[in-house]
T-cell receptor, first 111, second 114 residues
Framework: RKEVEQDPGPFNVPEGATVAFNCTYS??????FFWYRQDCRKEPKLLMS???SGNEDGRFTAQLNRASQYISLLIRDSKLSDSATYLC????????????FGAGTRLFVKA | EAGVTQSPTHLIKTRGQQATLRCSPI?????VYWYQQALGLGLQFLLW???????NRGNFPPRFSGRQFPNYSSELNVNALELEDSALYLC?????????????FGPGTRLTVL
């Protein structure tokens, strides 16, 4: 089993749609959680950190459920510019700090 | 504020040669991380440096090595290059890694091994 697993993509949605991405992690020693976006052939860019209380940044909402070891990202009112790959990221400490990236979920927003 | 910078942008080597990639972190960041992203694959954690020391490494052979300098910049060395080392190598920096802070990425070095 992979340490961080994400929904397989791609997601194809029309502009204005709401889309949700899910991510599960296997190691309960996971300490911090993030969502990044990566455009084609570019570096990942931090989208938002994910907190247990949930957090929102404009059209984006992230949730963390430690009991189920589950992270989600909700995008409301999708824009064409949201088309990218979304990466779930987990930091954990198992005798040494390590960052694990999920394989990513590809999103295409169509006009 | 300047972001993470990496050099060179592209690097072409032949099998068996050595490659050196460089990274300068954001000012005030002491941790530097290296990742490999092969075409169509996810990011694989390579190395983490903090305060000049190697703190952890991923599942890569010893021919992948590096160091961090007193100014917190870092270099990644790959010896005895193999064809499958062709990938985008990304460097990220953060404030001290002990607090699991957000990482900010540079644009990457695209290494091609012929």
């Amino acid at each position: 089993r992979k340490e961080v697993e994400q929904d397989p993509g791609p997601f194809n949605v029309p502009e204005g749609a709401t889309v949700a991405f899910n991510c599960t992690y296997s190691n309960s020693a996971s300490q911090s959680f993030f969502w990044y976006r990566q455009d084609c052939r570019k570096e990942p860019k931090l989208l938002m950190s994910v907190y247990s209380s949930g957090n929102e940044d404009g059209r984006f909402t992230a949730q963390l459920n430690r009991a189920s070891q589950y992270i989600s990202l909700l995008i409301r009112d999708s824009k064409l510019s949201d088309s990218a790959t979304y990466l779930c990221v987990v930091n954990l400490n198992t005798g040494g700090f390590k960052t694990i990236f999920g394989a990513g979920t590809r999103l295409f927003v169509k006009a | 504020e300047a972001g993470v910078t990496q050099s060179p942008t592209h690097l072409i080597k032949t099998r068996g040669q050595q490659a050196t990639l460089r990274c300068s972190p954001i000012s005030g960041h002491t941790s530097v991380y290296w990742y490999q992203q092969a075409l169509g694959l996810g990011l694989q954690f390579l190395l983490w440096y903090d305060e000049g020391e190697e703190r952890n490494r991923g599942n890569f052979p010893p021919r992948f090595s590096g160091r961090q300098f007193p100014n917190y910049s870092s270099e990644l060395n790959v010896n005895a290059l193999e064809l499958e080392d062709s990938a985008l190598y990304l460097c990220a920096s953060s404030r001290s890694g002990r607090n699991y802070n957000e990482q900010f990425f540079g644009p990457g070095t695209r290494l091609t091994v012929l």
